[in-house]
């Protein structure tokens, strides 16, 4: 699975964006799919996740409410739309795949295959 980010930028407190990781692979609705993000100086961390059994969904808390994760999978593709964003949003954001639907979603190691990134900068 290759997965690729999209829709990062430069945005104002209080803007939104929705970013988009789209995937190759004939089995991507089989897999779990995560947000992570990573900002500078500090490690990555889970942002949001959507299990491919169930659709159930799973959320850092400081981001619930504010972000939702969802995903197309005619369109092998995981989407994050994020609203009412905050400077410490600020980070590169990476989508990821898991074929271990029994491994916790929170955690990096659940995850075998990571995009590239996408920087998304909130300015205050």
């Known amino acids: 699975v290759q997965l690729v980010e999209s829709g990062g930028g430069l945005v104002q407190v209080g803007d939104s964006l929705r970013l988009s990781c789209a995937a190759s692979?004939?089995?991507?609705?089989?897999?779990?799919m995560g947000w992570f993000r990573q900002a500078p100086g500090k490690e990555r961390e889970f942002v949001a996740a959507?299990?491919?059994?169930?659709?159930?969904?799973y959320y850092a808390d400081s981001i619930k409410g504010r972000f939702t994760i969802s995903r197309d999978n005619a369109k092998n593709t995981v989407y994050l739309q994020m609203n009412s964003l905050k400077p410490e949003d600020t980070a590169v954001y990476y989508c990821?795949?898991?074929?271990?639907?029994?491994?916790?979603?929170?955690?990096?190691?659940?995850?075998?295959?990571w995009g590239q990134g996408t920087q998304v900068t909130v300015s205050s």
């Open positions: 692979g004939r089995t991507f609705s089989r897999y779990d």
């Open positions: 959507m299990k491919w059994i169930g659709s159930s969904t």
């Open positions: 990821a795949a898991s074929g271990r639907p029994a491994y916790p979603s929170a955690l990096l190691t659940s995850y075998d295959y």
